[in-house]
């Protein structure tokens, strides 16, 4: 097993609060899980962006087309392939054949290399694989090359009735790693195979509002379970519609929720003894890639962008115009790995925890945005950390890993639960 890196706040000395509570009640927490999942079915993966302050552990983002499954320790491989044999099961028990469509890069080697890595869990799982892409103008099979001198193959998508399919091939099952930033293709629609994500988890459809509020009621759940103040796992959370950042349209709205919500965390702060200066994130309601998001400290910041920071604001990925925005608390993270500032990133197939890393930034602070350029991964090994807590020794690494499991799961469930609510929502106009 590869080594774990120790973190330079993480593993001295007993465990915070919030984590020894997590460990002293685990056969309690997963009994709670095993009825949740009972009840709502996980998608098929996902990643959550988690946050430490050390007094609070939250997620930030939830991602339903993880795009980092290269950064993920090899060793636990094996526990990847198992999880997606239970995903696959539960979709179709006779599926043999498999159609993954990626994201339109040919560029973007560390993202084909994650496409690569979903393919050969796939392959391991009993599963015949192959890669339809949505890229216009592909007429034709291409090779791309990869950094470990190996070659994807990227086919174009065929449509044959309400099938999808590649020359020669008709998959049983459809698995998007494309998250339809820019729409959803016509090719995409009432197709008869499982598809999965399903469509209304791309953000044409979903957006981080709808999903932090479903969080927010799964947080209040469990912090009734375990006798927890639920904002210790659970950051505030605002929405503001109508945005035209280009126009200077909704100034007033987003700068009267930054007002509220700071004086929230404050109120908290001062009811924990925290001295730290609070903060908010303001992003794009919908979209991924780190883009449209800024630190506020101030609801005057958000007052008179200048023209560079709308710009910033305004588009995002494919891009798509930002007209609503989530203000939501910031949470510092007090980790460090080799001096970088870090942030756990969590990995789940199905209901499973499969893995994680760490994302490192040394051009970022404690209070920023980490998926930004200079970004770094320090894979970690979660299999232990996420079934073998120790409350009996502080510096046993996998307390703080099962930590960072027990809290990706909530988010896991609370995507369940957004994506439940969110199946009968009409469609949007087919991508052009």
């Known amino acids: 097993m590869s080594a774990v890196p120790r973190l330079t706040t993480a593993l001295s000395g007993p465990p915070p609060a919030l984590e020894s509570q997590l460990l002293a009640q685990s056969i309690s927490i997963e009994h709670w899980f095993r009825g949740q999942w009972q009840e709502h079915t996980p998608p098929f993966y996902g990643s959550v962006d988690l946050r430490n302050s050390g007094f609070k552990l939250a997620p930030v983002d939830t991602n339903l087309y993880p795009g980092g499954f290269n950064n993920l320790n090899p060793d636990f491989h094996a526990l990847c392939v198992q999880a997606a044999m239970t995903a696959v099961e539960k979709i179709c028990p006779d599926a043999r054949d498999a159609l993954l469509i990626p994201e339109n890069h040919t560029r973007n080697q560390f993202y084909l290399q994650n496409v690569a890595t979903i393919a050969r869990i796939l392959r391991h799982a009993g599963m015949n694989v192959r890669i339809g892409s949505l890229l216009p103008g592909l007429n034709a099979p291409m090779d791309v090359d990869l950094p470990d001198g190996k070659k994807l193959k990227l086919e174009p998508l065929k449509r044959n009735g309400n099938r999808l399919g590649l020359d020669g091939f008709d998959p049983c099952v459809v698995l998007l790693n494309n998250d339809l930033s820019a729409g959803i293709p016509e090719i995409l629609r009432n197709v008869e195979q499982p598809l999965f994500p399903p469509l209304h988890a791309g953000w044409a459809v979903r957006r981080k509002s709808k999903h932090f509020a479903a969080y927010n009621e799964v947080a209040e759940a469990f912090a009734k379970l375990i006798g927890i103040d639920p904002w210790l796992i659970n950051p505030y959370f605002e929405m503001c519609g109508k945005i035209n950042f280009q126009e200077h349209q909704g100034e007033e709205c987003l700068a009267g929720y930054v007002s509220e919500i700071l004086n929230d965390i404050r109120a908290k702060y001062k009811e924990y003894g925290i001295q730290d200066e609070p903060f908010v994130i303001v992003k794009a309601d919908a979209g991924t890639y780190g883009m449209g998001i800024m630190t506020v ?45 870090a942030e756990p990133v969590v990995y789940m197939i199905d209901r499973f925890v499969v893995g994680g890393f760490y994302r490192l930034n040394t051009q970022r602070g404690k209070d920023q945005n980490l998926n930004a350029p ?26 703080r890993f099962y930590a960072y499991g027990v809290i990706a799961r909530l988010a896991l469930l609370a995507a369940s639960i957004e994506l439940e609510r969110t199946e009968s929502v009409a469609l949007p106009a087919a991508a052009a």
């Open 297 to 341: 400290k101030d609801a005057a910041e958000v007052r008179g962008l200048n023209r560079k920071q709308r710009n910033k604001m305004a588009v995002v990925k494919e891009g798509m115009q930002v007209h609503e925005v989530l203000v939501q608390e910031g949470v510092y993270t007090f980790e460090t790995v080799r001096d970088a500032v």
């Open 374 to 399: 200079g970004m770094q991964f320090e894979p970690l090994a979660f299999a232990e950390p996420c079934s073998s807590p120790n409350p009996d020794d502080p510096d046993c690494a996998p307390n």
